[in-house]
C-alpha cells in the first residue's frame, strides 16, 4: 500500500507538473501576442500548478520572471516591483548557472525600468561573471550592452563606452549574411544595431566625433553586406 501511496503522489507530481508547463505555454503565447493580462492570468495559474507540484526552484523563478517582465510591459510598477522582489528572492535557490544568469538579465532589466541604475548594474555584472566563463557569445553581448546602459542613463559615458564596444565586437564575430541566418540570428541582428546606436551617442557626447562617424559607417557598411551577402 505505501508503494502504492508513492506512485499516486509521483503521477499526481507529473499531472501538476504538466498542467503547469502547459499554462506556461500558453501565457508565453499570449504574451508574444502582446495579450498582456491574459499571460499575467496564464503565469498565475501555471505558477500556482508548480507550487502544488513537486518543487522547482528554477521555472517557479523563471515563472514569476515573466510576470515581472508583462507586468512591465503593462506599465505597472507596483505590481512589477512586487514580482521583482520575489525572483531576487528566488534565484539564490536557482542551482542551475544558465538559468541564473537569464534571471540576472531580466533582473537587470526590471531595475532599468525602475530607473534603479546601481542595481541593474549589480544583476548585470554578476550576470557577466557567468557568461564570462562560457561560449555564449549573444548573451555575453547583451550583458555588456545592459552594463554599458546602466552607465549611460546614470550619465557616466565614459565608463559605458567600453562595454558598448565590447558589445559591438562580439556581435561582429557573431554576425553572418542575412540569406545563411536562421531567424534567431535575424532576430538579434536587430539586436546588434542597438549596440551600434549606443556607441555611437556615447562617441558623440564625449566629442569623440570621427569614432562615431566611423562607427556608424561601419554598422551601415555591415547591414549592407549582410543583405546582398
Known amino acids: 500500500m505505501e508503494q502504492r501511496g508513492e506512485s499516486l503522489h509521483f503521477e499526481k507530481g507529473d499531472a501538476?507538473?504538466?498542467?503547469?508547463?502547459?499554462?506556461?505555454?500558453?501565457g508565453d503565447a499570449e504574451q508574444a501576442r502582446e495579450h498582456f493580462l491574459a499571460a499575467v492570468d496564464q503565469y498565475s495559474k501555471a505558477l500556482e500548478l508548480r507550487r502544488s507540484g513537486a518543487p522547482d526552484p528554477a521555472q517557479e523563478a523563471l515563472l514569476l520572471n515573466s510576470t515581472a517582465l508583462t507586468y512591465a510591459d503593462l506599465g505597472n510598477q507596483e505590481s512589477m516591483r512586487r514580482f521583482l522582489n520575489e525572483v531576487e528572492e528566488a534565484r539564490d535557490s536557482v542551482q542551475d548557472e544558465g538559468y541564473r544568469a537569464l534571471l540576472l538579465l531580466s533582473i537587470g532589466l526590471l531595475h532599468m525600468n525602475l530607473s534603479e541604475f546601481d542595481a541593474a548594474r549589480d544583476a548585470y555584472e554578476e550576470a557577466l561573471h557567468i557568461y564570462?566563463?562560457?561560449?555564449?557569445?549573444?548573451?555575453?553581448?547583451?550583458t555588456h550592452h545592459g552594463i554599458g546602459l546602466s552607465h549611460s542613463l546614470a550619465g557616466e559615458w565614459e565608463d559605458a563606452l567600453p562595454h558598448f564596444e565590447r558589445a559591438m565586437e562580439i556581435a561582429e564575430s557573431l554576425r553572418r549574411p542575412a540569406s545563411a541566418a536562421t531567424d534567431l540570428e535575424l532576430v538579434l541582428d536587430a539586436q546588434y544595431a542597438d549596440y551600434y546606436r549606443d556607441a555611437v551617442q556615447a562617441y558623440v557626447t564625449l566629442g569623440r566625433v570621427e569614432e562615431a562617424f566611423d562607427t556608424s559607417e561601419r554598422a551601415r557598411a555591415r547591414s549592407f553586406l549582410d543583405q546582398v551577402g
Not at 16 to 26: F, K, N
Open 132 to 142: 564570462e566563463d562560457t561560449d555564449v557569445l549573444p548573451e555575453l553581448a547583451l
Open 16 to 26: 501538476y507538473r504538466a498542467a503547469g508547463q502547459e499554462a506556461q505555454a500558453e
